[in-house]
Protein backbone atom coordinates (compact mmCIF):
# COMPACT_ATOMS: atom_id res chain seq x y z
CA UNK A 1 0.00 0.00 0.00
CA UNK A 2 1.59 3.45 -1.15
CA UNK A 3 0.04 5.65 0.20
CA UNK A 4 0.27 9.05 -1.00
CA UNK A 5 2.73 9.44 -3.63
CA UNK A 6 4.13 12.79 -4.80
CA UNK A 7 6.66 13.56 -7.64
CA UNK A 8 9.22 15.03 -8.59
CA UNK A 9 10.99 15.09 -4.61
CA UNK A 10 13.02 17.91 -5.91
CA UNK A 11 12.94 20.56 -8.61
CA UNK A 12 14.42 23.82 -10.25
CA UNK A 13 12.46 25.80 -12.17
CA UNK A 14 13.57 29.19 -14.18
CA UNK A 15 11.20 32.25 -13.33
CA UNK A 16 8.22 32.41 -15.66
CA UNK A 17 8.36 28.58 -16.47
CA UNK A 18 5.75 26.41 -15.71
CA UNK A 19 5.01 22.86 -14.46
CA UNK A 20 3.26 20.05 -12.77
CA UNK A 21 3.53 18.28 -9.24
CA UNK A 22 2.15 15.28 -8.91
CA UNK A 23 -0.07 13.48 -6.23
CA UNK A 24 -1.47 10.63 -6.57
CA UNK A 25 -3.36 8.22 -3.98
CA UNK A 26 -4.22 4.42 -3.57
CA UNK A 27 -6.23 4.56 -0.51
CA UNK A 28 -10.21 5.57 -1.95
CA UNK A 29 -9.78 8.81 -0.04
CA UNK A 30 -12.33 11.51 -1.14
CA UNK A 31 -10.49 14.48 0.22
CA UNK A 32 -7.13 15.77 -1.14
CA UNK A 33 -5.08 18.60 -0.08
CA UNK A 34 -1.61 20.67 -1.53
CA UNK A 35 -0.08 22.51 0.69
CA UNK A 36 3.06 24.71 1.22
CA UNK A 37 5.44 24.94 3.99
CA UNK A 38 7.91 28.03 4.43
CA UNK A 39 10.42 28.34 6.71
CA UNK A 40 9.29 28.88 10.43
CA UNK A 41 5.78 29.13 8.75
CA UNK A 42 4.15 25.64 8.67
CA UNK A 43 1.85 24.52 6.53
CA UNK A 44 -0.82 26.99 4.44
CA UNK A 45 -3.25 25.62 2.35
CA UNK A 46 -3.38 26.10 -1.16
CA UNK A 47 -6.16 23.89 -2.44
CA UNK A 48 -8.20 21.05 -1.51
CA UNK A 49 -10.93 19.10 -3.83
CA UNK A 50 -13.72 16.47 -1.64
CA UNK A 51 -14.38 14.82 -4.36
CA UNK A 52 -13.68 13.96 -8.12
CA UNK A 53 -14.75 17.25 -10.08
CA UNK A 54 -14.85 19.49 -7.19
CA UNK A 55 -12.21 21.61 -5.83
CA UNK A 56 -11.93 24.78 -3.81
CA UNK A 57 -9.32 27.18 -3.02
CA UNK A 58 -7.71 27.29 0.39
CA UNK A 59 -5.55 30.13 2.27
CA UNK A 60 -3.03 30.33 -0.55
CA UNK A 61 -4.46 29.89 -3.76
CA UNK A 62 -3.02 32.91 -6.40
CA UNK A 63 -0.45 32.03 -8.96
CA UNK A 64 -1.88 27.97 -8.61
CA UNK A 65 -4.63 25.52 -10.35
CA UNK A 66 -5.69 22.02 -10.08
CA UNK A 67 -8.05 19.40 -11.26
CA UNK A 68 -9.59 16.70 -9.61
CA UNK A 69 -10.94 14.60 -12.90
CA UNK A 70 -10.13 10.90 -10.94
CA UNK A 71 -9.99 10.14 -6.96
CA UNK A 72 -6.61 8.88 -7.20
CA UNK A 73 -4.84 12.09 -8.45
CA UNK A 74 -4.74 15.40 -7.59
CA UNK A 75 -2.40 17.30 -9.52
CA UNK A 76 -1.24 20.87 -8.90
CA UNK A 77 -0.15 23.27 -11.48
CA UNK A 78 2.61 26.52 -11.31
CA UNK A 79 1.73 28.43 -14.63
CA UNK A 80 4.36 31.30 -14.42
CA UNK A 81 6.77 30.09 -11.22
CA UNK A 82 7.70 32.88 -9.24
CA UNK A 83 10.57 33.01 -6.35
CA UNK A 84 7.77 33.56 -4.35
CA UNK A 85 7.12 29.64 -4.71
CA UNK A 86 9.85 28.51 -3.73
CA UNK A 87 8.80 26.33 -1.05
CA UNK A 88 7.79 22.46 0.13
CA UNK A 89 4.95 21.22 -1.45
CA UNK A 90 3.06 18.41 0.37
CA UNK A 91 0.03 16.76 -0.86
CA UNK A 92 -2.31 14.63 2.03
CA UNK A 93 -5.14 12.67 1.37
CA UNK A 94 -8.20 11.64 3.85
CA UNK A 95 -11.41 10.15 3.80
CA UNK A 96 -13.66 11.29 5.70
CA UNK A 97 -12.34 15.20 5.58
CA UNK A 98 -11.24 14.88 9.49
CA UNK A 99 -7.71 15.66 11.07
CA UNK A 100 -7.28 12.26 12.63
CA UNK A 101 -7.22 10.69 8.95
CA UNK A 102 -5.03 12.67 6.98
CA UNK A 103 -2.10 10.85 5.38
CA UNK A 104 0.77 13.54 3.81
CA UNK A 105 3.11 12.59 1.17
CA UNK A 106 6.79 13.16 1.09
CA UNK A 107 6.84 15.86 0.00
CA UNK A 108 8.29 18.25 -3.50
CA UNK A 109 10.94 20.52 -2.60
CA UNK A 110 10.79 23.23 -5.58
CA UNK A 111 13.42 25.53 -6.01
CA UNK A 112 12.71 28.75 -8.52
CA UNK A 113 15.77 30.90 -9.69
CA UNK B 1 -7.50 34.21 7.58
CA UNK B 2 -7.30 32.04 11.12
CA UNK B 3 -3.64 31.54 12.52
CA UNK B 4 -2.70 29.61 14.84
CA UNK B 5 0.72 30.54 16.57
CA UNK B 6 3.06 27.77 18.50
CA UNK B 7 5.85 28.49 21.31
CA UNK B 8 8.23 28.17 21.28
CA UNK B 9 9.86 28.15 18.15
CA UNK B 10 12.43 26.24 18.93
CA UNK B 11 13.96 24.26 21.60
CA UNK B 12 17.36 22.82 22.49
CA UNK B 13 17.03 20.78 24.92
CA UNK B 14 19.25 17.54 26.71
CA UNK B 15 18.05 13.73 26.12
CA UNK B 16 16.31 13.11 29.45
CA UNK B 17 14.69 16.21 30.00
CA UNK B 18 10.78 17.09 29.83
CA UNK B 19 9.50 19.45 26.85
CA UNK B 20 6.46 21.65 26.73
CA UNK B 21 4.79 23.48 24.15
CA UNK B 22 1.72 25.44 23.40
CA UNK B 23 -0.49 26.66 20.58
CA UNK B 24 -3.13 29.63 20.55
CA UNK B 25 -5.65 30.68 18.21
CA UNK B 26 -7.30 33.56 17.17
CA UNK B 27 -10.54 31.05 16.61
CA UNK B 28 -12.63 28.37 18.71
CA UNK B 29 -11.82 24.74 17.40
CA UNK B 30 -13.99 21.61 17.80
CA UNK B 31 -10.86 19.18 17.05
CA UNK B 32 -6.93 19.95 18.27
CA UNK B 33 -4.36 17.73 16.23
CA UNK B 34 -0.37 17.49 16.94
CA UNK B 35 1.68 16.01 14.19
CA UNK B 36 5.10 15.70 13.95
CA UNK B 37 7.26 15.89 10.73
CA UNK B 38 10.76 14.18 10.63
CA UNK B 39 13.19 15.72 8.27
CA UNK B 40 12.32 15.42 4.62
CA UNK B 41 9.11 14.15 5.43
CA UNK B 42 5.40 14.94 5.80
CA UNK B 43 3.59 15.23 8.88
CA UNK B 44 2.60 12.11 10.93
CA UNK B 45 -0.30 12.47 13.07
CA UNK B 46 0.25 12.02 17.17
CA UNK B 47 -2.16 13.11 19.44
CA UNK B 48 -6.01 14.34 18.38
CA UNK B 49 -7.95 15.98 20.91
CA UNK B 50 -12.24 16.35 20.49
CA UNK B 51 -13.22 17.98 23.68
CA UNK B 52 -12.38 21.11 25.98
CA UNK B 53 -10.63 19.97 29.02
CA UNK B 54 -9.57 16.63 27.22
CA UNK B 55 -6.14 15.36 28.27
CA UNK B 56 -4.84 12.40 25.67
CA UNK B 57 -1.83 10.47 26.08
CA UNK B 58 0.19 8.62 23.19
CA UNK B 59 3.11 7.26 25.19
CA UNK B 60 5.44 9.74 26.37
CA UNK B 61 3.59 12.50 25.27
CA UNK B 62 0.65 13.71 26.74
CA UNK B 63 -2.10 16.89 25.14
CA UNK B 64 -4.83 18.60 26.48
CA UNK B 65 -7.33 20.30 24.67
CA UNK B 66 -7.70 24.27 26.21
CA UNK B 67 -11.47 24.68 27.81
CA UNK B 68 -11.07 27.76 26.31
CA UNK B 69 -11.29 25.51 22.88
CA UNK B 70 -8.59 28.49 21.81
CA UNK B 71 -5.45 26.53 22.56
CA UNK B 72 -3.84 23.18 23.31
CA UNK B 73 -0.75 22.27 25.02
CA UNK B 74 1.58 19.26 23.94
CA UNK B 75 4.37 17.58 26.50
CA UNK B 76 7.02 15.22 26.16
CA UNK B 77 8.53 13.31 28.82
CA UNK B 78 12.16 12.00 28.91
CA UNK B 79 13.17 12.86 25.56
CA UNK B 80 15.07 10.84 23.44
CA UNK B 81 17.21 11.52 20.40
CA UNK B 82 14.24 10.24 18.09
CA UNK B 83 11.98 13.33 19.28
CA UNK B 84 14.44 15.73 17.29
CA UNK B 85 11.65 17.36 14.62
CA UNK B 86 9.02 20.05 14.29
CA UNK B 87 5.98 19.43 16.09
CA UNK B 88 2.89 21.19 14.32
CA UNK B 89 -0.41 21.94 15.94
CA UNK B 90 -3.21 21.82 13.89
CA UNK B 91 -7.17 22.98 14.47
CA UNK B 92 -10.22 21.53 12.40
CA UNK B 93 -11.75 23.74 10.42
CA UNK B 94 -15.01 22.06 8.79
CA UNK B 95 -12.85 19.62 6.04
CA UNK B 96 -9.62 21.07 6.53
CA UNK B 97 -7.09 21.87 8.70
CA UNK B 98 -5.12 25.06 9.47
CA UNK B 99 -1.65 24.38 11.35
CA UNK B 100 0.50 26.31 13.62
CA UNK B 101 3.67 27.64 12.84
CA UNK B 102 5.82 24.90 14.28
CA UNK B 103 7.89 24.49 16.98
CA UNK B 104 11.24 22.74 16.11
CA UNK B 105 12.87 20.40 18.98
CA UNK B 106 16.40 19.81 18.95
CA UNK B 107 17.68 16.83 21.38
CA UNK B 108 21.69 16.65 22.33
CA UNK B 109 22.72 13.80 23.84
Known amino acids: ?113 | GQQLNQSPQSMFIQEGEDVSMNCTSSSIFNTWLWYKQDPGEGPVLLIALYKAGELTSNGRLTAQFGITRKDSFLNISASIPSDVGIYFCAGQDTDKLIFGTGTRLQVFP
Open chain 1, 1 to 113: NAGVTQTPKFRILKIGQSMTLQCTQDMNHNYMYWYRQDPGMGLKLIYYSVGAGITDKGEVPNGYNVSRSTTEDFPLRLELAAPSQTSVYFCASSYSGQGRGYTFGSGTRLTVV
